[in-house]
């Protein structure tokens, strides 16, 4: 039997330092001074434990671009293109590279699971999922990693059948199937409302067809009058032919949704409404990094709208919320580091949505930690707080006791553990020219 004991802990609404005990990967006991054995020991010295965090959506096969193009315009439309240009010179050695730089970062930073999008398409075709299924197999050990075949270009073009990428897409779950948790697209790539419908309703009969999740970008607008398609998934989700798929326990993540940002309290109300009528549950997953970059290049100046989706209000609703990082070092986002959910947190969890109450510090942890793992359908012991029963998933944070201050000032120093095992410990070393 494996256990492990982390001692003078801080954990959020415990008073005082506790300690947490561990036994083959779960917690067990959270309390002082027992006489149980352990083979480890693990000295929080007074740190803040959290549950690990959680990428619920992140790109991992077009990080750190930037070194092989630039913006000029900074719009979406030269971000797609520029990328798509670069994605046919892609090999799988590229892919793997840099997808792994990122991994690597990621469990420095405490994240214990993550979900990336992977790009399938004739550009392409199956390199990149190639590079990433031999990602999760050779970090299996150190962090949880989902893929989600994604069509980031548009599936249907001027076919609406979409003959041409239904078929890639399939071949990708046919040749990946134990590799893939999930499928999504982005149906506002398409040029016409009937052909993102074609889009939504062709990523959900191959989801029925394999029985994976469902991730969609969308509503990554602010206009009025631009649909958002959620009435469109919702209703294919509820008919017939959906029924042995409703009945496996799946989940409906929709990125982005910047749109919702602009809405009336009413008119929000209506559309959290029209989520928890889904039979499949419904998260929807801010990307602000990207929201705010890409929002408001259309508009004249003065009154150049940004968004992002008002995760407090959503959650008020009854649904769940999550948020995350995106891209990392490309167009789409060419700023924000190697993607730290906890700066991620403080910028936009504070920041953009004024969350700056010791009750707002706690809905943005649950953020990028418990609900984070709800979005993207991982195990119900990974959505738990820290208590006994919950996936020792954990990450000590150094040098802070206090949930808000963790997300206002993120602290460097950082003890990762995955499944009860110590795998990354992060520290901070400064050499100054004085002295105290």
């Excluded at 993120?410 to 499944?419: A, F, M, N």
Aim: charged share 20%.
């Amino acid at each position: 039997m494996s256990t492990l004991l982390i001692k003078n802990a801080h954990v959020h609404n415990i008073s005082g330092e506790v300690d947490i005990y561990i036994e083959n990967g779960v917690i067990t006991k959270l309390g002082r001074a027992s006489e149980i054995e352990v083979t480890q020991v693990l000295d929080a010295e007074g740190g803040l434990v959290v549950p690990g965090f959680v990428h619920s959506h992140v790109h991992l096969d077009k990080a750190y671009l930037l070194d092989q193009c630039c913006a000029e315009t900074g719009r979406f439309e030269e971000a797609l293109k520029k990328t798509g240009e670069l994605k046919r010179q892609f090999t799988e050695e590229d892919v793997y590279r840099r997808a792994k730089r990122v991994v690597e970062h990621s469990i420095q930073f405490g994240i214990t699971a993550l979900r990336t999008h992977v790009e399938v398409d004739t550009m392409i075709g199956l390199t990149a999922i190639k590079a990433m299924s031999r990602v999760q197999q050779d970090f299996k050990k150190w962090i949880d990693i989902q893929i989600s075949v994604f069509a980031q270009e548009a599936i249907c073009g001027d076919d609406l059948e979409g003959t041409t990428m239904r078929a890639l897409l399939c071949k990708a779950m046919n040749q990946f199937g134990d590799s893939v948790h999930c499928i999504g697209s982005a149906p506002y790539v398409e040029r016409s409302s009937e052909m993102a419908i074609a889009n939504i309703n062709i990523v959900l009969d191959i989801a029925r067809h394999y029985q994976t999740d469902i991730d969609f970008h969308l509503g990554y607008h602010l206009e009025d009058g631009t649909p958002s398609y959620l009435d469109v998934i919702v209703e294919k989700i509820q008919q017939d032919t959906f029924e042995d798929y409703r009945k496996t326990p799946h989940t409906i993540a929709l990125g982005h949704m910047a749109y919702l940002s602009t809405l009336s309290e009413e008119k929000l109300k209506e559309e959290c409404q029209l989520m928890r009528q889904s039979p499949v549950p419904i998260t929807i997953i801010s990307l602000p990094l990207s929201d705010i970059y890409m929002m408001g290049r259309k508009d004249e100046l003065g009154n150049k709208m940004r968004g992002t989706a008002p995760l407090f209000d959503i959650a008020a609703q009854g649904v769940n919320v999550s948020m995350d990082v995106n891209n990392v070092q490309n167009l789409f986002q060419p700023y924000g580091g190697a993607g730290d959910p906890l700066q991620l947190a403080g910028f936009a969890g504070i920041g953009l949505l004024h969350g700056g109450s010791q009750r707002h510090a706690e809905q943005i942890m649950d953020f990028i930690t418990t609900r984070a793992a709800k979005a993207i359908n991982l195990p119900k012991a990974m959505q738990l707080p820290i208590e006994p029963g919950r996936y020792a998933d954990l990450v000590i944070l150094h040098d802070t006791t206090h949930l808000y201050d963790a997300i206002a000032n993120p602290p460097v120093p950082r003890t990762t553990i995955k499944h009860g095992r110590v795998v990354s410990r992060t520290q901070l070393t400064a050499t100054v020219a004085w002295s105290t």
